[in-house]
């Protein structure tokens, strides 16, 4: 069997830097465990297999797809950098007709739409509660140390917990933080979290970046994530609420980094637009 599969930095316009993803493109159904083990082959955060929905179907013209995220461990219900890179896939390589796709997930129907050279998504929104510290005082020990915290928050639609660093601290102190995130494993034991978000204030009164942030999902396999969609359909609806501000410019500060432009709409959905660059091409053959 041969399956076309790409590697695409999401959330870049540059090679080599922003978020890796594999796609896959599906002709036919594959084996339910051939997914994990394709991914756990290309060992990057996120695989993902766009299938065709009806035997008539065709990457190039039809509008609508199935799409599946998985990591080298396990499936996860929502990725935003491997559903760029997958509308990238079908918009740049298969030439896709349509200005907008949809894809059926998960999380439900996401849509991608191209805007110039900006790929945008149409993602769920999630609010982060106030978090009690206590609970989860020994997982922001393990990450931050001794570091000042400002505000704990928990979004339980997708068990990620938000730490926000004192305003204070500039981009470059987050940057620098070393952080074993392996430890995170044995710390926490309530098994509420699944993906921990640290961020702080970015200094926006020019043309600068609104917030900055890394994240760590041990959980699932993947020990820092480059640059994080779903993160920032969380962060979106935090730091919109913090500044007031509906439309903002994000940079994930990892060591590959990327940027995100924000929208925040009123019906409960983000808008999170980024750009793509396409570095592999090649079929699976087993």
């Known amino acids: 069997m041969q399956i076309p599969v790409f590697t695409v930095d999401a959330f870049t316009n540059r090679p080599f830097s922003g978020n890796p993803a594999a796609v896959c493109l599906l002709e036919n159904d594959l084996d339910e465990d051939l997914h994990q083990k394709i991914a756990t082959e290309m060992n990057l955060s ?3 297999f766009i299938r065709k929905l009806k035997p008539g179907d065709d990457f190039t013209k039809s509008s609508c797809f199935g799409l599946r995220w998985f990591t080298p461990t396990n499936e996860v219900p929502l990725c935003g950098h491997a559903t760029l890179a997958s509308a990238a896939v079908l918009f740049h390589v298969q030439k896709n007709t349509n200005s907008v796709l949809t894809f059926v997930t998960l999380s439900g129907e996401l849509k991608a739409r191209q805007v110039k050279d900006h790929i945008i998504l149409d993602l769920p929104l999630y609010t982060a509660y106030p978090q009690e510290l206590k ?4 997982l922001i020990k393990a990450a931050v140390g001794d570091m000042v915290v400002q505000d704990v928050r928990y979004s339980p639609d997708t068990k990620k917990l938000l ?3 004192s305003d204070t601290y500039e981009r470059s102190v987050l940057e620098d933080l070393k952080v074993s995130a392996q430890r995170f494993l044995s710390v926490e034991k309530t098994g509420k979290v699944k993906g921990l978000i640290l961020t702080v204030k970015g200094n926006s009164s020019g043309k600068g970046h609104d917030f900055y942030s890394r994240y760590f999902a041990p959980w699932y396999g993947v020990l820092e994530d480059p640059v994080t969609g779903s993160a920032h359909a969380v962060l979106s609806s935090y730091w919109s609420e913090q500044l007031g501000k509906k439309e903002m410019l ?10 995100l432009k924000i929208s925040v709409r009123n019906d409960g959905r983000v808008d999170i637009a980024g750009q793509t660059a396409v570095v592999l091409k090649g079929n699976l053959t087993f």
């Open 250 to 259: 994000a940079f994930q500060c990892s060591r590959r980094g990327g940027e």
């Open 46 to 48: 996120e695989t993902a």
């Open 163 to 165: 730490v926000r660093l």
């Open 135 to 138: 609970e989860v005082e020994e």
